[in-house]
């Protein structure tokens, strides 16, 4: 999958045949975003959050995970704090995402830019940066793969708030969370330089499980990153002396 | 809860997730170009996305071994992400499979 255009050097593009690449890469991750999204349907409607609020939400805030937790904080009066801490604790990891596609984003305009951010989200990131490694300059991949994830999003919401039926535990059972882990895993496969990479991605790797191990949920991709990052750059000081 | 406290839950929400997606972009102008800055933000992704894989595969099982190892070995063959991830997914089931039947 080679870009259409001839990448710029040093500088990025935002087009639609950026969008276009970047939702096809998408194509094997929307079933379980499917199924997951059709489960929050149920799980808000379970919990007495009406139909249109549910959907309103997936529009809006576009993060699974936050949208779970909270529907365990969904309660009179509303406990404001814990839930905006939840909020940002479990979407804290975006931080570390947007700032690493920086390059991909030079030379763009900022309301291009900050337009694409309202896409971003872990699969359409980890497709990018992938396909970066092969040569990506354009910034259309991320939105046109995050449209085609918030639409399939919205979409499940409503049909789960609609209907029912599903529950987490048969999402479990359809073994449709590894779609998403093996998903990542490709994803690193392209991503992987050689040897210069195998201390940060240690350091990384046992950063994170201690980070579920150690700390309140959802803080171990954060943990992981960013350990991980400062691995390579402490090594990489350390050959220059 | 009544629908202003629900829309203001849905609304204060979005803008808090909002504000992690622009924050990395709007936070990393501030850092000066350089090789090293250049080269954190690189380190970074791959370890982020090590973060995601590690802990979910460790949480998935043996499946979770199972589809990862089975993933990789297939991307690393035929150089394709879809087919890789079938594989995967269909080795975790009939790893399931037999290990149910048993």
């Known amino acids: 999958m080679l870009p259409a255009s001839e990448p710029r050097p040093h500088g990025a593009t935002l087009t639609w045949a950026g969008c276009w690449r970047g939702a096809r890469a998408m194509l094997a991750v929307l079933p379980p975003v499917f199924v997951f999204g059709v489960a929050f349907g149920i799980a808000a409607r379970g919990i007495g959050i009406e139909g249109w609020l549910a959907s309103l939400m997936s529009a809006l805030v576009f993060a699974g995970a936050a949208q779970f937790a909270v529907l365990d904080l969904w309660k009179i009066p509303v406990p404001w704090l814990p839930l905006l801490v939840a909020t940002f604790a479990i979407n804290a990891r975006h931080i570390l995402l947007g700032a690493s596609l920086r390059a991909l984003c030079r030379g763009l305009p900022a309301w291009k830019v900050y337009g694409a951010m309202a896409l971003l989200s872990d699969l359409n990131w980890a497709a990018l940066i992938a396909a970066e490694r092969r040569g990506e300059r354009d910034l259309g991949y991320l939105v046109g793969g995050g449209l085609m994830m918030w639409l399939t999003w919205v979409s499940a919401t409503v049909i789960g708030a609609v209907a029912g039926g599903l529950t987490l535990d048969d999402v479990k059972t359809y073994a449709l969370d590894l779609v998403l882990v093996a998903f990542f895993a490709t994803t690193l496969v392209g991503l992987r330089r050689g040897r210069i990479d195998d201390l940060p991605w240690l350091v990384a790797g046992l950063a994170a499980m201690g980070a579920v191990w150690l700390l309140p949920p959802n803080w171990h991709v954060m943990v992981g990153g960013l350990a991980g990052g400062l691995a390579g750059l402490v090594r990489d000081e350390m050959k220059r002396r | ?102």
Request: aromatic share 8%; hydrophobic share 60%; net charge positive.
């Open chain 2, 1 to 102: 809860m009544n629908i202003t406290d629900s829309l203001l839950v849905v609304f204060a929400m979005a803008l808090v997730t909002y504000a992690t997606r622009a924050g990395g972009i709007f936070l990393v102008g501030f850092v000066p170009m350089s090789t090293r800055a250049e080269a954190f933000l690189r380190y970074l992704a791959g370890s982020v996305l090590v973060a995601l894989v590690v802990p979910a595969t460790v949480r998935g099982g043996p499946e979770g071994y199972v589809a990862v190892g089975v993933a990789i070995l297939g991307t690393l063959v035929l150089r394709k992400a879809l087919p890789a991830i079938a594989l995967g997914i269909l080795a975790a089931a009939l790893w399931r499979a037999s290990m149910g039947a048993s």
